[in-house]
């Protein structure tokens, strides 16, 4: 009887589904890997180290037609080889993929593939809105896109992580420190006045930005996603929606996108 259950599961599964997208996206510390519908995700998980082993036992339990990976790394041939053989389509995120976004930046050539797909994803889930998108991760970044839907470029700042490491590193005294839940409002010793500072420096920074957009865009809604957007979500004061999946869901948008006009 579990067998029968299981089966008519899965076959209202590969009806409901029958051509799923592969959402690949490569970062610095760990790999990103999503399989998706026109408009809903139904797997999402991080990997350590993404192999094509893992590649695999995605094609064995998904119907997977299209696929897009995007990377900040170098990526083994193998793995994409792996990618074109088996899907019907597949992208690399390059500069040659087209985009449903304006991009007006003066050296696009150098613009982050992770700043665009958030920058895609947000202008999807918020169409015809002024957005400021804070990816929060190994540096932080602050991206506008105008209900235009034209990306008018960002700036870029060291990350959390980042900010400890430095202090280390390019002083003589001072204790790498990690990052704790619990932040006083003023250090106490040397530790906590590392935590302390670099914590609500970042906070500072972040509030400061969205007041700043918010003056010329009255109606600005923004998006936080990274690695540590729920670490800063609850610490800000102004009303944001964190998504760490946003590249994710961008990504799945360019492929979509580029399926469309082929």
């Known amino acids: 009887m579990r067998f029968f259950r299981r089966f008519f599961v899965s076959l209202s599964f590969f009806k409901r589904y029958r051509q799923l997208n592969l959402i690949i996206e490569q970062g610095n510390s760990a790999t990103k890997v999503a ?12 990997y350590k180290n993404f192999s094509e082993s ?37 992208f690399f995120f390059d500069g040659e993929v087209r985009l449903p976004i304006e991009i007006c930046y003066q050296t696009p050539e150098t613009l982050g593939r992770d700043r665009i797909a958030v920058a895609v994803g947000a202008n999807f889930q918020q169409p015809q809105k002024d957005i400021l998108i804070i990816d929060a991760g190994t540096a932080i970044t602050y991206d506008i896109v105008e209900a235009s839907g034209d990306y008018l470029g960002g700036n870029i700042s060291p990350g959390m992580t980042t900010r400890f490491h430095a202090l280390n590193r390019f002083t003589k005294r001072l204790p790498l420190v990690e990052e704790s839940e619990i932040v006083p409002a003023l250090g106490t010793s040397t530790e906590t006045a590392i935590l302390a500072g ?15 957009w918010k003056n010329k865009y009255p109606g600005l ?28 869901i961008g990504l799945n948008r360019i492929l979509e996108y580029n399926v469309e006009i082929q």
């Not at 997977?64 to 899907?87: H, M, P, Q, W």
């Not at 420096?201 to 007041?211: A, H, L, P, R, S």
């Open 198 to 212: 670099v914590v609500h420096g970042i906070v500072f920074e972040m509030d400061g930005y969205i007041e700043v």
């Open 35 to 46: 399989v998706c519908s026109q408009k809903q995700m139904v797997f999402s998980s991080d």
């Open 54 to 90: 893992d590649l695999m036992q995605l094609f064995n339990l998904y119907p997977l037609k299209n696929g897009i990976l995007s990377t900040v790394i170098d990526t083994e041939k193998e793995l994409i080889t792996c990618l074109e053989n088996r899907l019907e389509r597949f």
């Open 221 to 248: 809604y923004v998006f936080l996603t990274g690695g540590h957007a729920l670490y800063f979500e609850k610490r800000l004061k102004n009303t944001i929606f964190a998504d760490k999946k946003l590249g994710l």
